[in-house]
């Protein structure tokens, strides 16, 4: 009876482990292309193509292409972007028309690879995995997920003066 007990703890403890190190993960980047890479690299990798997107509140030091790649997590994908500051990898999207893939299926598929979201809402759900900030949405017209190096993000966020969400704090109690 004693091996049991010691047999079982030994399991849970292992079991919670690894759900705390899976949960932590840094994926370090996003669709194959990691943090800090050039778009050149992303050129030569296949990822991305020739095509600039360009953003109405663009940097001189930011620059987007367009992706080649038309799958996300084996999902089918509408488009993807990349997004390169200093001409560094910071950013990267995929879009998901809503007719072909569902919300739930795209937010499971992210589960599966990350575990739990940090946050969740029936629009969004967000997982903070070191210095990744992943996020799935759900837009009127189609869905997104999003993946950020975040110390950059926060750069380029303080520099276009885009807010910066803190935690909202919890509500004052009323007094009776």
């Not at 190190?21 to 990822?47: E, H, Y």
């Not at 940097?59 to 488009?79: D, H, M, R, W």
């Not at 900030?133 to 520099?159: E, L, Q, R």
């Amino acid at each position: 009876m004693k091996r049991f007990v010691w047999i079982v703890f030994f399991a849970m403890v292992s079991v919670l482990a690894t759900r705390a190190a899976f949960a932590v993960t840094d994926p370090n980047g996003f669709m194959g292309l990691k943090w800090s890479q050039s778009a050149g690299d992303c050129r030569k990798q296949g990822i991305c193509s020739e095509q600039v997107l360009t953003l109405p509140d663009k940097l001189a030091n930011e620059s987007t292409l367009f992706g080649k790649e038309k799958t996300f997590n084996g999902i089918a994908a509408t488009s993807s972007s990349f997004g390169f500051f200093d001409n560094k990898f910071y950013f990267g999207a995929a879009y998901f028309d809503p007719r072909i893939v569902s919300f739930d299926h795209l937010k499971n598929e992210l589960v599966k690879t990350h575990g739990q979201p940090k946050s969740s809402s029936a629009k969004t759900s967000t997982w903070l995995l070191g210095n990744t900030k992943a996020t799935v949405y759900k837009g009127d017209s189609f869905y997104g997920a999003i993946y950020t190096h975040t110390p950059t993000f926060a750069k380029v966020a303080k520099v276009k003066s885009f807010p910066i969400r803190e935690q909202p704090p919890a509500p004052a109690k009323k007094k009776k």
